[in-house]
Every structure is written in C-alpha cells, then in structure tokens.
C-alpha cells in the first residue's frame, strides 16, 4: 500500500477510537445527570442542562430561554448530524472503521455495525420509557468495542493508533468536567455527580472509603496512576503508544503529553487545589498540540478525508 493509503488508514483508526470513546463518556456524563435528577427532584433542570452543555462544550443558548432534558437528549444523544453526539460520534466511528476494515478485526467491526444498526429502535424506545436503555446500549457496546479491540487485535501500529485516540479523548472528557467543577461555578455539577460521570464512583470508594464530597475527587481523576480514566494514566498510555511508533521523546506529539506526565506524576497533591485551573487549561492545550502532530506526522496528505456515505 502506498503511503497516502496508510496515512489514511491510521487516521481512521486513530478517529475511530475518539469517536467510540467520546460516545461512552457522553453516554455516561448524561446516564449521571439523568439518576441525580430522579434523586433530587427539587433540582433545578435548567442549571442541569446547561451544566451538561458547558461540559460538552455546546452552546447553550441564552440564559433567558428554558432548557429541558428533552432538548439536551434531542442535541447531545440522539442527533446523527454532530459528533458532539453519542449517535454522531458512533456513525463517524463506524465509517472510519469500515474504511480501514482490513486493520481492524471481524468482531470490531461487527459490533459497531450492529450497535449502529440497533440505535433506532433504542432511540424509539426512548421515547415510551426514558433514555436509560439507549444510553446503557451505547455504553456496554464501547466497552465491548475495546475489550475486542484488545482481546482480538495484535499489539501493532493499529493497535496503537485505536488506543492513542481513545487515550487522548479519555484526557480530554476529564479535563471538560473538572473545568465546569471549577471554572463556572453557576453550572458545576457536585462531586458525586463528576465521579459517576467519569465511571470512577466506585473505584474511588474503594481507593477513599465513601464516596464523599470532596475536592479529593479531582486528585483522584487526574493523578491516580492505577484508574484508566484519570489523567496520568491516559497521559502514559498516550505516550506509551506514541513511543511505540517511533516517535523520540522530543518529537512534537510526544513532548507536550511527556511533559504533562510528567507534571501530574511529580505534583504534591495538596498543590493541586491552587495549580487545577491552569493545570486543566495547560492539559487540554496539550493534548491539543499532540493530536494536530499526530496528524502532521502520519497523516499529512492534503486535502480533507471524505468518506463515502452508504444508506441504513
């Protein structure tokens, strides 16, 4: 294959792994808001939805205009046109997949397929019975995505270019929530909220002894090294891939996620209050600057991929 075919292949694969882990964090994000506002009716559904769009980083409008969970389910889940969204980020996962089919193993490709295939009837389903089904689909099916991605594809470069994707996304879902936590204070969501959000409720009980309501959570999310979706672990998975391709530790995709591992693997926790707001900004910055070098380096052909658009 030439090189413009590989380019293409490893972009796909490296889009493939964003999208599938953006719809699982999604999925998860809107499942929390979704049982913390059947807990506490009193809540108000206004500020809780525009939390969910500051998150996502969607615009929600003016603050005069009402928002409802239904129009947030409408813009952030079931909308195919955006990748903001879970079933736009899972059919752009699925043609990536399928242009770079010959990378990625049967049972990978079988699975988003027919998870794409089974939105329609769970988005339906919705409509009579609530979101929980549709949003449990999506998050039990990208948990099978990656445990085939990793039982059924050898440790090679594609391999490597799904994880770095999805390592980079994981980064970039954590910094978003601990941002609205402490950037905008009219739209935080509380501390259980963000764990449950981020899948860590439980591993942090059991690392903490409660689930507790504590700045403890944001040490937890960004420097636990052993929770794959903290920062420092998604961080080294980064770089780990990205060594594994040949890329020296000054190289420009490595340098800025090396550097910030480094960072949040030295920081004393009890800095880590003052330093979050510029060490969020600096993480997101960083994981930024990667992806472009990812791009420039492996996919650097000009001109945007288009990808053939196919019927249901």
Not at 75 to 84: H, Y
């Amino acid at each position: 294959m030439n090189d413009v075919i590989l380019s293409r292949i490893a972009e796909a694969l490296t889009w493939t792994g964003r999208y599938v882990e953006r719809a699982d964090a999604t999925a998860r994000i809107l499942d929390a808001y979704l049982h913390r506002m059947l807990e506490d009716p009193w809540r108000d559904e206004d500020t809780a939805c525009r939390s969910l769009y500051a998150i996502l980083g969607v615009d929600a409008g003016p603050d005069t205009d009402a928002v409802d969970m239904q129009q947030v389910l409408d813009q952030l889940a079931f909308d195919s046109r955006s990748t903001c969204a879970i079933e736009g980020a899972l059919g752009a996962a699925r043609l990536n997949a399928r242009s770079a089919r010959e990378a990625v193993s049967s049972a990978m490709w079988e699975c988003l397929n027919a998870t794409w295939h089974a939105l329609a009837d769970q988005r339906r389903a919705a409509l009579r019975t609530g979101p929980y089904g549709y949003l449990e689909l999506v998050r039990s099916r990208a948990a099978l995505f990656f445990g085939l991605a990793d039982s059924t594809m050898s440790r090679d470069d594609s391999w490597r270019f799904v994880v770095l994707g999805r390592s980079l996304e994981r980064v970039d879902m954590t910094v978003r929530l601990l941002s609205v936590r402490v950037l905008d204070a009219a739209h935080a969501p509380d501390w259980p909220t963000l764990l449950s959000a981020s899948g860590a409720d439980e591993a942090y009980a059991r690392v903490h002894g409660g689930f507790g309501d504590t700045p403890r959570v944001a040490e937890f999310l960004l420097l636990d090294r052993d929770f794959p979706r903290s920062a420092l672990h998604a961080l080294t998975t980064a770089e780990e891939c990205l060594s594994a391709l040949g890329r020296p530790r000054q190289d420009p995709a490595r340098r800025p996620i090396g550097r910030l591992r480094t960072r949040l693997e030295y920081l004393d926790s009890p800095a880590l209050e003052e330093q979050l707001p510029l060490l969020l900004g600096d993480l997101q910055a960083a994981c930024m600057a990667s992806a472009e070098a990812v791009a420039e380096r492996f996919y650097p052909y000009q001109g945007p991929v288009v990808w053939a658009q196919e019927g249901a």
